[in-house]
């Protein structure tokens, strides 16, 4: 579904990934995990379009998407949840819902067939999320940390996307909170949905991941699947007390 062949993406001189090349197949969950500034959200944003790669190819469902500007890429059914959430505050949960289905406001959709779209995805977020149904009246900025992630993931959601980008759901968020994100994740991809995960918890991340990229220096130095290296890391653990 998505391929990256050798993409390097700079700020100003920094060379933030150093030619990056990575698969992610329909229906699997794949997971990028390293340290701080290691290059997961920049490969990301580089995905989504938000930053452009200086060399390389992404390839979307056979589709070279490199270069081209975000609302297209989210037309064609990639959709990010940035990291720190970055939902507006001061508007209602409903109102960073409706932002998220921006892409279904093009004209190939006819205004019933966009109504219908954005009511079929809602419900679908509703339930996913019961309680930012309770509370699609409130200021987004008015919601817990967790439910801001809800409301993030929920807005994503919106554009009816068929890769998901998910930039450090965890973050900072409780224990009981990230279990429950983590459960959605993996409803999400069991009803069909293809999931790019950036984490730094990896273990949990590991344990849900069907394969796994190890980026440190904005290079890919480990590959697996996510039980392999999930195994090998707790290895490491027991013998090394890394
Ligand atoms: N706007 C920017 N301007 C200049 N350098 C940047 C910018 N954003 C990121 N960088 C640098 O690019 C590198 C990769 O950063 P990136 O944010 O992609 O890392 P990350 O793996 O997502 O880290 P974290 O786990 O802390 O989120 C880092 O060295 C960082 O300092
Ligand atoms: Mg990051």
Redesign the pocket.
Known sequence: MLLLRDIRTF??N?E??KGLNLRVDKGEIVCLI????????????TISGVLKPKTGSIIFNGEDIHGRPPHKIVARGVSQVP?GRRIFPKLTVMENLELGAYSVNSEQFTVNRRQSTVNSQLSTVFELFPVLKERHKQPGGTLSGGEQQMLAIGRALMSEPKLLLL??PS?GLAPIIVGKIFKTIRELNADGLTILL?E?NAKAALRLAHRAYV?E??KVVKEGKGGDLLHEKEKKKAYLGE
């Open positions: 700020y100003g920094i933030a990934v390293g340290s701080n500034g290691a290059g997961k959200s920049t490969a990301l944003m990291e930039d450090e973050l950036v730094q980026l220096s904005g």
